[in-house]
């Protein structure tokens, strides 16, 4: 067998009714003849859309042959013995050109129970905000299931919706359950549990090119929905340069924000998993067994388990997305 080194994949570009350019013209990924970009997925084991190795001597080969292959040596231990031959985390950039629908994911049961799937918890870093641009997330108010059925149904549910106004480096951790939407002018990157479980509560009476509207889930979403009201949604974290900056921890990943001005190294010998870098901005290289491997804003890259230690080596500035489940 290879001897595992840092993975890239192959970018699976997804056209939405809600996308725009900004995966082309911001982080300078070709989609090709899509008309838009709503989505790119970057690292995948979602069974529809496994990625795909794009460099070194493994290319070609999805991440659920690998898997299946090197077992702990690519997630760790704990990880494999856990998931199993499923890849446990899905990382997206996404890019709203229009509001997206006002949704909710099921947690691990109802996921379970009803799709025989993993819930969705997931993350979101904000890496670009147009002017004016919001999101939402949660409630603004403490409700049950009858409250919020009466403003369902009366065509008020955006007045108990938390709404809040975003900018660039913003952080936003939404456990499943939450109700949320990514508003107009976001460009987001995401990390959230392998699955691809959405329940649309409500999609601005839409229609796609063809003049159907897309299929709304409102009875799914009651039993999904936490109607719990929170002091705060937006995560609090204390950017720091030059340092590994925690924003989110969770059972399903952690993520830590690097912002360096200079090259560093990092030590992985401790963790039992492996680690997912995602370039937000900047540029560096890794240096493993005398192999040099480029990243740049828009790209993400997998170091397996088997990597303790790396050398994060950059001429000006990265920021990074560092994710890995403890």
Not at 107 to 126: I, P, Q, R
Not at 140 to 163: A, M, P, R, V
Not at 201 to 214: A, E
Request: overall charge negative; glycine content about 6%.
């Amino acid at each position: 067998m290879s001897t595992l080194y840092p993975l890239k994949f192959k970018t699976i570009y997804k056209d939405k009714i809600w996308g725009g350019q900004k995966i082309k013209t911001y982080l300078h990924k070709d989609f090709g003849t899509l008309p838009n970009c709503g989505e790119t997925w970057e690292i995948s084991g979602v069974k529809s859309d496994v990625s795909v190795v794009a460099n070194g001597e493994l290319a070609g080969e999805s991440l659920a042959d690998l898997l299946e292959k090197y077992q702990s040596e690519l997630v760790g231990q704990k990880v494999y013995a856990h998931f199993g031959n499923i890849f446990p985390l899905l990382v997206k950039f996404i890019d709203a050109n229009e509001d997206l629908s006002i949704q909710v994911h099921p947690n691990d049961e109802l996921a379970k129970k009803c799709h025989n799937s993993f819930g969705k918890t997931e993350m979101w870093y904000v890496i670009e905000a147009d002017p004016g641009s919001t999101l939402i997330a949660g409630f603004n108010q403490e409700l049950n299931e009858q409250l919020y059925l009466d403003k369902f149904n009366s065509g008020h549910l955006t007045d108990i919706l938390n709404k809040e106004d975003v900018t660039a480096g913003d952080v936003f951790f939404l456990p499943a359950g939450r109700v949320h939407t990514i508003g107009k002018g976001l460009l987001i990157a995401e990390i959230q549990q392998t699955s691809d479980i959405t329940y649309r509560i409500y999609d601005f009476d839409r229609v796609d090119d063809k003049g159907n509207k897309r299929e709304l889930h409102t009875e799914e979403a009651l039993a999904a929905i936490d109607y719990k009201h929170y002091p705060e949604y937006k995560t609090s974290y204390q950017p720091k340069k030059d340092e590994t900056v925690k924003l989110v921890t969770c059972p399903y990943f952690t993520t830590n924000l690097l912002d360096f001005t200079h090259s560093t190294s990092k030590d992985y010998s401790t963790l039992d998993s492996f680690v997912i870098h995602v370039c937000v901005e900047g540029a560096y290289s890794i240096k493993f067994k005398g192999e040099v491997y480029e990243v740049k804003m828009g790209e993400c890259i997998l170091l397996p388990k088997s990597i303790d230690q790396v050398e994060l080596e950059t001429t000006g500035s990265f920021k990074i997305l560092e994710s890995y489940i403890e």
